[in-house]
């Protein structure tokens, strides 16, 4: 079957690497030096929500261990769209905390076999004039992409495409400009 998938253009999407979320300290060292970004200490992950008891109790499992610390509660909410967003919040110097986090909610997803629901994880910047930023982590594409807002549901694509010659030796970038999804609503 190889050989016809590669006769008709058909490849198989690389598996996602959840430890290249850790290359995200790294990167915001070099975002800072060249954008003056800094991270917010807002990560959040991005599913759609399984129907039954099982997904319900792994949710709940998460929400438990990471809320077991003396650290703030993660918050759960649903968009618009019907996706869940977990959301943690650290100071703002503790994007590693974050980053653990984040890993921690993916990974244990993944492990229940829910790893086909996870959309994407984000962690929050901001910069020096206050204009928000994202960096984006694709599940599914195992690479990252920045995201801009301005208001009025607009995007900066002057700054994302700044953010992607930054950090594109630190993270790999989305190369499919197609696949930079906006996340609007998401808090970061």
């Not at 990167?27 to 992950?45: C, D, I, K, M, Q």
């Not at 610390?69 to 869940?84: F, L």
């Not at 694509?157 to 630190?170: F, H, I, K, P, S």
């Amino acid at each position: 079957m190889r050989f016809l998938d590669a006769l008709l253009g058909r490849s198989k999407p690389a598996p996602p690497d959840l430890d290249r979320l850790f290359a995200l300290p790294n990167a915001a060292v070099t975002l800072e030096a060249a954008t003056g970004f800094t991270p917010t200490g807002l990560g959040s992950v991005c599913f759609r929500a399984a129907e039954g008891g099982a997904f319900a109790r792994l949710q709940r499992d998460i929400q438990e261990l990471l809320d077991a610390d003396e650290g703030p509660k993660v918050e759960v909410s649903t968009d618009s769209y019907g996706y869940t967003w977990m959301l943690v919040r650290h100071a703002p110097d503790e994007l590693p905390a974050v980053v653990t986090d984040l890993h921690a909610i993916n990974s244990t997803l993944e492990a229940g076999g829910f790893g086909p629901h996870l959309l994407c994880s984000l962690t929050g910047f901001r910069g020096p004039d206050g204009r928000r930023l994202a960096l984006i982590y694709l599940y599914k594409r195992g690479t990252f992409y920045p995201f801009a807002p301005l208001p009025g549901d607009r995007r900066d694509n002057a700054l994302e495409l700044q953010v992607r010659g930054a950090v594109g030796a630190d993270l790999p970038v989305e190369e499919d400009l197609g696949r930079w999804f906006p996340v609007w609503g998401a808090e970061f």
